[in-house]
């Protein structure tokens, strides 16, 4: 079983920073892509920022330039460094990693149990 354990939320004021973790765990053969979702009050998810193995990250657009996403494979790790916060940034983010359990299953989107960003003064 896969699990994925997010960590690094909270509350922080406009033009603050965070850094959100998440950690893959449990049967895992390969890692495929990893990344952030986020979540607002009456939004669709959304894309934030993802790394397929060996690749360089894609960002949203509203992130470029303030969030930097990393990826420590060794550790089956995703980062997201958040600089210069804004309100609109307040969601529930998740993580999501596309994994391959074993050799002999194919790859699978997992989601992580989400945390608050809170962006306000």
């Known amino acids: 079983q896969v699990q994925l354990v997010e960590s690094g939320g909270g509350l922080v004021q406009p033009g603050g920073s965070l850094r959100l973790s998440c950690a893959a765990s449990?049967?895992?053969?390969?890692?495929?892509?990893m990344g952030w979702y986020r979540q607002a009050p009456g939004k669709q998810r959304e894309l934030v920022a993802n790394?397929?193995?060996?690749?360089?990250?894609n960002y949203a657009d509203s992130v470029k330039g303030r969030f930097t996403a990393s990826r420590d494979n060794a550790k089956n790790t995703v980062y997201l460094q958040m600089n210069s916060l804004k309100p609109e940034d307040t969601a529930v983010y998740y993580c999501?990693?596309?994994?391959?359990?074993?050799?002999?299953?194919?790859?699978?989107?997992?989601w992580g149990q989400g945390t608050q960003v809170t962006v306000s003064s």
């Open positions: 999501n990693a596309n994994i391959r359990e074993s050799i002999f299953s194919g790859a699978r989107d997992y």
């Open positions: 449990g049967s895992i053969f390969a890692i495929y892509a």
């Open positions: 790394i397929i193995r060996g690749g360089a990250p």
